[in-house]
């Protein structure tokens, strides 16, 4: 099993949700965050001076799919999410030991 | 002539009750935007207020007051508030005098709540300095000669029409207004790709809050007067909101929605509208059909704006607009003699229905016009909107250094 974790432009998210529900992915968790890539933040250019803001808002979905659904998921969120400006955000894919399901105990492959 | 305490302790107290809606009108707006724009909307607001504040010392109360030139404006015979005195005065249309400060001041707070209004058709892109200088020839070239030509002796006076505390200067003024102003700069970034939904319903709901109260010496305050016919006003005023509410909320009911909190407060502000130039001139009856009128009326029309793609963010095309235009409209319909003195058309005062209408459409074409050509000048020389950076990031950091 695979954690899928993406994080994404916060106005991109109700499509990569649609995209996800379309395809019968319906299963996430989701987390408002902020952070900075590459291009440490957004530059304002003053008469007076520059500013940075450095933390951009972003969404965090963490997904948990089985291998083989694995490059579906991350194709399907790319997709979705890309605007093609800076900013569109990244995508981790993480190896997952164990998955339980807490109300049966039930262990997931 | 001695000062009327009565009539003096009432208008005192509506000027600080009008105060509270500019305010207000920020927090109504504040919470309407996304979180990175709400201290940036609710400070527009505040920025009205004290921009206006100063202006109307200087020479917008004479503007709007002063000696009558052509029916069109004032003059500056007040100009720095020369001539007003704490005095008695009596204000044209109404019977009991009162210091000539006070009705200076009561005055300044209505034109205050018409420039925060307007804030909605640059809602979370507004360049703050393009903002302070269409606001000060915004309220000197729109709002001024309206007041004018309404309560400063002016031909709209002259004609007949009646505006009983300003649905057509406030209201339908700073409602078309805009609506120009947000055809001129454009949509939002991404307004129709994704949603953008209100950061804080709860703050919408206080700014309504404060709005209703506020309206009540809007409305009641300008009988300029300790009576029955405050009593009235104030009355009608509380149902005609009370029916936009719950018609709006019903309509979007059945329209397949849910019966939003927004969408009730937004009736009840659109009742408020409707009832403005109506208060002191109809039933309370009668003013329960105004109000459900606007309720229905104004929510059609945030529908079509939505369908028309028009980025008029925060509806005050729609509700003080439309709604304005429509109140102006239904008090010469509804005006009764046994109330404020005139009839309307369903008493059989034909000339009063033509009159209103001939105002309202005026005050729609004028404050449309004269703010597209403003707005474009300001727009194409400094700039009234800001980078698309700026407003990615959100206003309350860029243009305040900000955040919630």
């Known amino acids: 099993m695979k954690l899928i974790k993406a994080i994404i432009k916060p106005e991109r998210f109700e499509k990569v949700k649609k995209s996800l529900e379309d395809n019968n992915i319906f299963g996430m968790t989701v987390t408002e965050v902020k952070g900075r890539g590459d291009q440490k933040g957004i530059t304002l250019q003053y008469r007076g001076g520059t500013m940075v803001v450095d933390l951009i ?6 997904i948990v799919v089985t291998d083989s659904e694995s490059d579906k998921v991350v194709n399907l969120i790319c997709e979705a999410a890309r605007t093609g400006k800076i900013g569109d955000g990244r995508i981790f894919v993480l190896p997952v030991e164990r998955s339980i399901k807490v109300r049966t105990g039930e262990e997931l492959i | 002539m001695v000062i009327d305490s009565g009539a003096t302790a009432w208008v005192l107290a509506s000027t600080a009750l009008v105060m509270i809606m500019t305010p207000g009108v920020g927090l109504f707006y504040g919470g309407l935007v996304r979180k990175k724009n709400v201290i940036n909307m609710f400070a527009l607001s505040f920025l009205a207020f004290a921009l206006v504040s100063i202006q109307w010392v200087i020479f917008g109360y004479s503007l709007a007051f002063g000696q009558d030139v052509g029916g069109f404006i004032g003059n500056l015979s007040n100009a720095g508030l020369s001539l007003i005195g704490m005095g008695p005065a009596v204000v044209a249309g109404t019977e009991y005098p009162i210091p000539g400060l006070l009705y200076v001041m009561f005055q300044l707070v209505f034109a205050t709540v018409a420039l925060a209004i307007v804030t909605s058709g640059l809602a979370e892109r507004a360049k703050l300095s393009g903002f302070i200088l ?11 000669p309206l007041a004018h030509w309404v309560w400063g002796g002016g031909w709209s006076a002259a004609l007949g029409s009646i505006d009983f505390a300003g649905g057509t200067v406030v209201h339908i003024s700073s409602g078309f207004a805009a609506l120009a102003i947000a055809l001129v700069i454009g949509k939002r970034a991404g307004f129709g790709e994704h949603s953008i939904e209100p950061g804080n319903i709860p703050m919408v709901l206080l700014g309504a809050a404060l709005l209703w109260f506020g309206w009540f010496g809007f409305n009641s305050g300008s009988a300029i007067a300790a009576n029955g016919l405050a009593s009235s006003a104030l009355l009608v005023t509380n149902t005609a909101a009370a029916s936009g509410a719950l018609v709006w909320m019903v309509v979007s009911w059945m329209h397949g929605g849910k019966p939003s909190s927004l969408g009730i407060v937004s009736g009840a502000i659109a009742g408020l509208v409707a009832i403005t130039p109506a208060a002191g001139y109809v039933t309370p009856i009668s003013s329960i059909i105004i109000g459900g009128v606007a309720g229905a009326l104004c929510y ?39 109330v404020g003195g005139k ?13 209103n209408c001939a105002g309202a459409f005026a005050a729609v074409i004028y404050a449309f016009v004269v703010t597209l050509i403003l707005a474009l000048i300001i727009h194409k020389t400094i700039g009234l909107r800001v980078s698309e950076d700026e407003e990615y990031v959100g206003l309350d950091l860029s243009q305040h250094g900000e955040r919630v």
Do not use: C
């Not at chain 2, 925060?314 to 239904?330: E, K, N, P, S, T």
């Open chain 2, 343 to 355: 009839d309307g058309l369903i008493h059989g005062n034909v000339q009063q229905f033509i009159a």
């Open chain 1, 57 to 62: 808002p972003k969404i965090e979905i963490d």
């Open chain 2, 134 to 144: 269409l606001a000060l020839l915004w309220t000197t070239l729109v709002y001024d």
């Open chain 2, 300 to 338: 059609t029309i945030m529908l079509f704006r939505i369908r028309k793609g028009l980025d008029e963010s925060l509806d005050a095309w729609a509700v003080h607009g439309m709604g304005g235009l429509w109140g102006a409209i239904a008090t010469g319909i509804f005006a009764y003699s046994a």
